[in-house]
T-cell receptor, first 115, second 116 residues
Framework: AQSVTQPDIHITVSEGASLELRCNYS??????LFWYVQSPGQGLQLLLK??????LVQGIKGFEAEFKRSQSSFNLRKPSVHWRDAAEYFC?????????????FGSGTRLSIRP | GAVVSQHPSWVICKSGTSVKIECRSL??????MFWYRQFPKQSLMLMAT?????????EQGVEKDKFLINHASLTLSTLTVTSAHPEDSSFYIC???FGLGEETQYFGPGTRLLVL
């Protein structure tokens, strides 16, 4: 069964600093990988996704993620964070075996921005 | 982008009553919809997968008689929490995808349920 681990519960970075959020997955085949962001009191917004092809994926809001099969990782990065980026970030993996694919979410990483 | 709405956005009910939450795909037809539950400061836990015109598939540990799911059309799925109790208080989120091999799920804004 697939699973997702986000080892960092809470991260604080200074505004303008770079960011990397870690995500490790467990899945037997090629996974479908996602990063979602959830702002307080709001729904989830898709930042980016990886299905196949180029392992470096560009997303919205200046985020990118790199799929590394050898490390079973899909870390999210941003070169310079803004105070608006403070939110909860979820990494997720999909089975991708049918149109009714389940998505399994990691436990989330809360990002705080230091002024 | 694809838009999914939920109604109501929040609801307070008395213990023992039933509450219905609607999930609609506004600009696309959703073959499959998913229902999640999120406790405070925790991740989303998949409750069930809802396919239009057929019975929902529930995850292990989710009571299908307590959480009734109906997916009567390609744009609407409903979750009814029957005989709600305080422990059912949570944030319920739905999502939908286009089906036909489309893996991306689009999420609704969620419904906060408080059972008194």
């Amino acid at each position: 069964a697939q699973s997702v681990t986000q080892p960092d519960i809470h991260i604080t970075v200074s505004e303008g600093a770079s960011l990397e959020l870690r995500c490790n997955y467990s899945y037997g085949a090629t996974p479908y990988l996602f990063w979602y962001v959830q702002s307080p009191g709001q729904g989830l917004q898709l930042l980016l996704k990886y299905f196949s092809g180029d392992t470096l994926v560009q997303g919205i809001k200046g985020f990118e993620a790199e799929f590394k099969r050898s490390q079973s990782s899909f870390n999210l990065r941003k070169p310079s964070v803004h105070w608006r980026d403070a939110a909860e970030y979820f990494c997720a993996v999909g089975a991708g075996y049918s149109s009714a694919s389940k998505i399994i979410f990691g436990s989330g990483t809360r990002l705080s921005i230091r002024p | 982008g694809a838009v999914v709405s939920q109604h109501p956005s929040w609801v307070i009910c008395k213990s023992g009553t039933s509450v219905k939450i609607e999930c609609r795909s506004l600009d696309f037809q959703a073959t499959t919809m998913f229902w999640y539950r999120q406790f405070p400061k925790q991740s989303l836990m998949l409750m069930a997968t809802s396919n239009e015109g057929s019975k929902a598939t529930y995850e292990q540990g989710v009571e299908k008689d307590k959480f009734l799911i109906n997916h009567a059309s390609l744009t609407l799925s409903t979750l009814t929490v029957t005989s709600a109790h305080p422990e059912d208080s949570s944030f319920y989120i739905c999502s939908a995808n286009f089906g036909l091999g489309e893996e991306t799920q689009y999420f609704g804004p969620g419904t906060r349920l408080l059972v008194l």
